[in-house]
Protein backbone atom coordinates (compact mmCIF):
# COMPACT_ATOMS: atom_id res chain seq x y z
CA UNK A 1 0.00 0.00 0.00
CA UNK A 2 1.51 3.21 -1.06
CA UNK A 3 2.20 5.54 1.88
CA UNK A 4 0.62 9.48 1.94
CA UNK A 5 4.64 10.50 1.85
CA UNK A 6 5.70 8.41 -1.08
CA UNK A 7 2.77 10.21 -2.97
CA UNK A 8 3.67 13.18 -1.88
CA UNK A 9 7.53 12.77 -2.32
CA UNK A 10 6.71 11.58 -6.25
CA UNK A 11 4.69 14.64 -6.99
CA UNK A 12 7.54 16.51 -5.28
CA UNK A 13 10.21 14.83 -7.94
CA UNK A 14 7.88 15.19 -10.74
CA UNK A 15 6.90 19.14 -10.24
CA UNK A 16 10.82 19.45 -10.08
CA UNK A 17 11.30 17.46 -13.43
CA UNK A 18 8.94 19.36 -15.09
CA UNK A 19 10.25 22.71 -14.08
CA UNK A 20 13.89 21.36 -15.11
CA UNK A 21 11.95 20.75 -18.50
CA UNK A 22 10.78 24.07 -18.85
CA UNK A 23 13.46 25.79 -17.84
CA UNK A 24 15.79 23.94 -20.23
CA UNK A 25 13.09 24.13 -23.00
CA UNK A 26 13.48 28.21 -22.30
CA UNK A 27 17.41 27.92 -22.26
CA UNK A 28 17.60 26.35 -25.77
CA UNK A 29 14.76 28.83 -26.93
CA UNK A 30 16.93 31.52 -25.78
CA UNK A 31 20.26 30.01 -27.74
CA UNK A 32 18.19 29.56 -30.36
CA UNK A 33 16.88 33.03 -31.03
CA UNK A 34 20.45 34.11 -30.53
CA UNK A 35 21.87 32.00 -33.25
CA UNK A 36 18.91 33.28 -35.31
CA UNK A 37 19.55 36.89 -35.00
CA UNK A 38 23.50 36.17 -35.88
CA UNK A 39 22.07 34.46 -38.78
CA UNK A 40 20.41 37.43 -39.56
CA UNK A 41 22.97 40.04 -39.39
CA UNK A 42 25.40 40.35 -42.26
CA UNK A 43 27.18 43.33 -40.75
CA UNK A 44 27.75 44.96 -37.01
CA UNK A 45 28.00 48.91 -37.53
CA UNK A 46 29.11 51.02 -34.01
CA UNK A 47 29.24 54.56 -34.13
CA UNK A 48 30.93 56.69 -31.53
CA UNK A 49 31.42 60.72 -30.91
CA UNK A 50 31.64 63.22 -28.46
CA UNK A 51 31.18 67.29 -28.76
CA UNK A 52 29.26 68.29 -31.81
CA UNK A 53 28.44 64.48 -32.96
CA UNK A 54 24.78 64.88 -32.48
CA UNK A 55 24.19 67.12 -35.86
CA UNK A 56 26.65 64.84 -37.82
CA UNK A 57 24.93 61.86 -36.54
CA UNK A 58 21.32 62.77 -37.24
CA UNK A 59 22.31 63.26 -40.98
CA UNK A 60 23.86 59.93 -40.93
CA UNK A 61 20.84 58.04 -39.62
CA UNK A 62 18.75 59.74 -41.65
CA UNK A 63 19.75 58.88 -45.11
CA UNK A 64 20.44 54.93 -43.73
CA UNK A 65 18.21 52.82 -45.81
CA UNK A 66 15.03 50.94 -44.18
CA UNK A 67 16.59 47.83 -45.08
CA UNK A 68 19.89 47.90 -43.52
CA UNK A 69 21.38 44.32 -42.91
CA UNK A 70 22.84 45.32 -40.04
CA UNK A 71 21.96 46.51 -36.00
CA UNK A 72 23.69 49.99 -35.30
CA UNK A 73 25.19 50.95 -32.05
CA UNK A 74 25.82 53.82 -30.91
CA UNK A 75 28.16 55.41 -27.98
CA UNK A 76 28.22 59.24 -27.53
CA UNK A 77 29.46 60.62 -24.15
CA UNK A 78 26.57 62.22 -22.31
CA UNK A 79 27.33 63.12 -18.30
CA UNK A 80 25.57 59.80 -15.63
CA UNK A 81 23.04 61.63 -14.02
CA UNK A 82 21.68 63.37 -18.08
CA UNK A 83 18.28 61.82 -19.00
CA UNK A 84 18.76 60.56 -22.45
CA UNK A 85 16.51 61.74 -25.29
CA UNK A 86 19.22 60.12 -28.05
CA UNK A 87 17.19 57.37 -29.26
CA UNK A 88 14.07 59.50 -29.65
CA UNK A 89 16.60 62.29 -31.85
CA UNK A 90 17.53 59.81 -33.99
CA UNK A 91 13.96 57.76 -34.41
CA UNK A 92 12.73 60.89 -35.29
CA UNK A 93 14.76 61.59 -38.41
CA UNK A 94 15.29 57.95 -40.06
CA UNK A 95 13.69 55.09 -40.93
CA UNK A 96 15.30 52.90 -38.41
CA UNK A 97 13.55 52.97 -35.00
CA UNK A 98 16.47 53.39 -32.37
CA UNK A 99 16.16 52.64 -28.20
CA UNK A 100 18.20 52.26 -25.42
CA UNK A 101 18.62 47.89 -25.12
CA UNK A 102 18.68 46.08 -22.43
CA UNK A 103 21.49 43.44 -21.33
CA UNK A 104 21.61 40.77 -23.40
CA UNK A 105 18.99 42.44 -25.89
CA UNK A 106 19.43 40.24 -28.88
CA UNK A 107 20.67 42.25 -32.33
CA UNK A 108 18.09 42.21 -34.65
CA UNK A 109 19.13 44.03 -38.17
CA UNK A 110 17.81 47.26 -39.34
CA UNK A 111 17.49 48.53 -35.31
CA UNK A 112 19.78 51.01 -33.56
CA UNK A 113 21.03 50.84 -30.00
CA UNK A 114 21.95 53.67 -27.74
CA UNK A 115 24.34 53.20 -24.79
CA UNK A 116 22.49 54.51 -21.88
CA UNK A 117 24.06 57.28 -19.41
CA UNK A 118 26.61 56.04 -17.08
CA UNK A 119 26.95 52.55 -18.93
CA UNK A 120 29.09 50.96 -21.62
CA UNK A 121 27.60 49.42 -24.50
CA UNK A 122 29.05 46.54 -25.64
CA UNK A 123 28.97 43.70 -28.59
CA UNK A 124 28.53 39.67 -27.87
CA UNK A 125 27.72 37.43 -30.45
CA UNK A 126 24.25 38.22 -31.00
CA UNK A 127 23.42 40.33 -28.21
CA UNK A 128 23.75 43.81 -26.70
CA UNK A 129 25.58 44.02 -23.20
CA UNK A 130 24.96 47.05 -20.85
CA UNK A 131 27.82 46.95 -18.38
CA UNK A 132 28.93 49.85 -15.43
CA UNK A 133 32.50 48.62 -15.39
CA UNK A 134 35.72 51.06 -15.11
CA UNK A 135 35.44 54.69 -16.82
CA UNK A 136 37.16 54.59 -20.18
CA UNK A 137 38.99 57.46 -21.53
CA UNK A 138 37.09 59.15 -18.73
CA UNK A 139 33.96 58.28 -20.10
CA UNK A 140 31.04 55.98 -19.23
CA UNK A 141 30.15 55.48 -22.03
CA UNK A 142 33.28 54.75 -24.05
CA UNK A 143 33.94 54.48 -27.87
CA UNK A 144 36.82 52.56 -27.47
CA UNK A 145 35.24 50.15 -25.27
CA UNK A 146 32.30 49.29 -27.85
CA UNK A 147 34.12 49.55 -31.18
CA UNK A 148 36.95 46.55 -29.08
CA UNK A 149 33.99 44.50 -28.61
CA UNK A 150 32.32 43.91 -31.81
CA UNK A 151 35.67 43.10 -33.59
CA UNK A 152 36.46 40.82 -31.02
CA UNK A 153 32.53 39.54 -31.70
CA UNK A 154 32.00 39.75 -36.04
CA UNK A 155 35.55 40.33 -36.97
CA UNK A 156 35.73 41.66 -40.75
CA UNK A 157 32.09 41.91 -40.37
CA UNK A 158 32.05 45.09 -38.48
CA UNK A 159 32.03 48.80 -39.86
CA UNK A 160 33.47 51.53 -36.96
CA UNK A 161 32.40 55.49 -37.81
CA UNK A 162 33.89 58.22 -35.27
CA UNK A 163 32.36 61.50 -35.49
CA UNK A 164 33.09 64.91 -33.99
CA UNK A 165 34.48 64.77 -30.55
CA UNK A 166 37.61 66.19 -28.61
CA UNK A 167 40.40 63.87 -27.37
CA UNK A 168 41.08 60.02 -28.77
CA UNK A 169 38.50 57.99 -27.84
CA UNK A 170 37.25 55.66 -30.44
CA UNK A 171 41.18 55.35 -32.41
CA UNK A 172 42.21 52.62 -30.31
CA UNK A 173 38.61 50.64 -31.06
CA UNK A 174 39.47 51.69 -34.74
CA UNK A 175 42.29 50.00 -34.86
CA UNK A 176 41.38 46.91 -33.43
CA UNK A 177 38.26 47.07 -35.74
CA UNK A 178 40.93 47.06 -38.67
CA UNK A 179 43.13 44.15 -37.15
CA UNK A 180 40.64 41.75 -37.71
CA UNK A 181 39.54 43.05 -40.85
CA UNK A 182 36.82 45.10 -40.67
CA UNK A 183 36.11 48.94 -42.09
CA UNK A 184 36.79 52.09 -40.24
CA UNK A 185 35.79 55.97 -41.31
CA UNK A 186 36.05 58.85 -40.05
CA UNK A 187 33.78 62.30 -40.56
CA UNK A 188 35.41 64.55 -42.03
CA UNK A 189 37.63 66.85 -39.66
CA UNK A 190 37.32 69.92 -41.65
CA UNK A 191 33.63 69.45 -41.28
CA UNK A 192 33.61 68.58 -37.34
CA UNK A 193 32.41 70.91 -34.90
CA UNK A 194 35.01 69.27 -32.48
CA UNK A 195 37.78 67.93 -35.20
CA UNK A 196 40.16 66.56 -32.40
CA UNK A 197 38.70 62.50 -32.46
CA UNK A 198 38.02 62.10 -36.07
CA UNK A 199 41.81 63.82 -36.65
CA UNK A 200 43.22 61.27 -34.15
CA UNK A 201 41.41 58.74 -35.22
CA UNK A 202 42.94 59.25 -39.26
CA UNK A 203 46.72 59.51 -37.59
CA UNK A 204 46.87 56.64 -35.62
CA UNK A 205 43.80 53.90 -37.40
CA UNK A 206 44.24 53.03 -41.56
CA UNK A 207 41.21 54.60 -42.10
CA UNK A 208 39.41 53.74 -45.27
CA UNK A 209 36.74 56.42 -45.60
CA UNK A 210 36.69 60.33 -44.72
CA UNK A 211 33.97 61.42 -45.25
CA UNK A 212 31.36 64.25 -44.46
CA UNK A 213 28.53 62.92 -42.51
CA UNK A 214 26.00 63.66 -45.14
CA UNK A 215 27.80 61.05 -47.03
CA UNK A 216 28.55 58.21 -44.71
CA UNK A 217 24.96 56.94 -44.35
CA UNK A 218 24.36 56.56 -47.98
CA UNK A 219 27.43 54.48 -47.65
CA UNK A 220 26.75 52.48 -44.99
CA UNK A 221 24.14 51.38 -46.99
CA UNK A 222 25.66 50.07 -50.00
CA UNK A 223 28.52 48.52 -48.21
CA UNK A 224 28.03 44.67 -49.01
Do not use: W
Not at 119 to 146: C, F, K, M, Q, S
Amino acid sequence: MTSLATVESERVIAAGISSLLATSALSFEHRRGVADACDEIRRVIVIGGSAGALAPLRTLVARLPTNLPATVLVAIHIPAGFPSILPELLGSVGPLPAAHPRDQEQLRPGRILVAPPDYHLLVERGVARLTHGPRENRHRPAIDTLFRSAAHAYGAHVIGVILSGELDDGSAGLTAIKMRGGIAIAQDPEEAASPEMPSRAIQSADIDHILPAKEIGGLLGRLP
